[in-house]
């Protein structure tokens, strides 16, 4: 696909593991702290020139993938891709309406349900979740820590993080960014509809999310998915879901 196509990346909160996204090895971080990590990922996404990003961009293709493969399902997704974007609107300005536009109009039969287990450069890396036209969405994402295996690769447009259970992002997000200092009703208590909320690029809350483990792996994922300089994130939005939050990275091409 184009650069100029909608495509998306979901990542459900069940994904998260220790390597992947820190569920349980996040040390507590300040504000100032978190603005500070977030920041160095901003710049080493943004700026060709800044030293010492570890990412590399990656290579893989899907075919790859496959040949490295122990375990591979692909069935009929269509349904479910609609279920799952249904469920999300139930959130305001959740979904982009090109992204509705484009699944409403995509032929029978062009989303699939694909489970893939492979060992990738020595590296154990799953993957599983849906396909579809210019959209992924991923229930299921799994890579060792320090691993060698890539995190992803063209990628353009959106990606979701949904039901956070990463503690720390929980944390900073709804007590920081929400007030709500550790009320037991949130989410519950809070009407979603009126929650959701825009975090602009370059703001210190924008900063502090890109710092937090959610935040650093879409960093991570763009580095290896496009050349440094040539991708940012727009904008940040956030909403709480039924048993957590959720975030939508907004990714867009750099500035000149």
């Given at each position: 696909?184009?650069?100029?196509?909608?495509?998306i990346?979901?990542?459900?909160?069940?994904i998260?593991?220790?390597?992947?996204?820190?569920?349980?090895?996040?040390?507590?971080?300040?504000?100032?702290?978190l603005?500070?990590?977030?920041?160095?990922?901003?710049?080493?996404?943004?700026?060709?020139?800044?030293?010492?990003?570890?990412?590399?961009q990656?290579?893989l293709?899907?075919e790859?993938?496959?040949?490295?493969?122990?375990?591979?399902?692909?069935?009929?997704?269509?349904?479910?891709?609609?279920?799952?974007?249904?469920?999300?609107?139930d959130?305001?300005?959740?979904?982009?309406?090109?992204?509705?536009?484009?699944?409403?109009n995509?032929?029978?039969?062009?989303?699939?349900?694909?489970?893939?287990?492979?060992?990738?450069?020595?590296?154990?890396?799953?993957?599983?979740?849906?396909?579809?036209?210019?959209?992924?969405?991923?229930d299921?994402?799994?890579?060792?820590?320090?691993?060698?295996?890539?995190?992803?690769?063209?990628?353009?447009?959106?990606?979701?993080?949904?039901?956070v259970?990463?503690?720390?992002?929980?944390?900073f997000?709804?007590?920081?960014?929400?007030?709500?200092?550790?009320?037991?009703?949130?989410?519950?208590?809070?009407?979603?509809?009126?929650?959701?909320?825009?975090?602009?690029?370059?703001?210190?809350q924008?900063?502090?999310?890109?710092?937090?483990?959610?935040?650093?792996?879409?960093?991570?994922?763009l580095?290896?998915?496009?050349?440094?300089?040539?991708?940012?994130?727009?904008?940040?939005?956030?909403?709480?879901?039924?048993?957590?939050?959720?975030?939508?990275?907004?990714?867009?091409?750099?500035?000149?």
């Amino acid at each position: 696909m184009s650069d100029s196509e909608l495509k998306i990346i979901s990542c459900q909160g069940a994904i998260a593991n220790a390597g992947a996204f820190g569920i349980d090895r996040d040390p507590v971080r300040s504000f100032s702290e978190l603005a500070g990590e977030g920041m160095l990922r901003r710049r080493w996404l943004e700026n060709a020139d800044e030293p010492n990003c570890p990412i590399e961009q990656s290579t893989l293709t899907y075919e790859d993938l496959l040949a490295a493969s122990s375990e591979v399902e692909d069935v009929n997704g269509d349904d479910q891709m609609k279920q799952e974007l249904d469920e999300m609107e139930d959130h305001a300005s959740a979904v982009p309406d090109d992204l509705r536009e484009l699944i409403q109009n995509a032929p029978p039969g062009t989303s699939h349900y694909i489970m893939i287990n492979s060992n990738i450069r020595g590296s154990s890396f799953t993957w599983q979740g849906l396909i579809g036209p210019g959209v992924m969405l991923i229930d299921l994402f799994e890579r060792e820590e320090n691993s060698a295996a890539p995190y992803a690769s063209d990628l353009l447009g959106y990606i979701y993080v949904t039901s956070v259970i990463n503690g720390q992002t929980i944390s900073f997000v709804r007590d920081c960014l929400y007030g709500a200092n550790g009320d037991d009703h949130w989410p519950s208590g809070w009407p979603s509809g009126s929650c959701l909320r825009e975090w602009n690029h370059g703001t210190p809350q924008f900063d502090a999310l890109m710092g937090s483990r959610i935040g650093k792996t879409v960093a991570y994922i763009l580095l290896s998915a496009f050349p440094r300089g040539t991708r940012r994130i727009g904008k940040i939005t956030t909403w709480p879901s039924a048993i957590s939050v959720d975030l939508r990275f907004d990714i867009e091409a750099s500035m000149p």
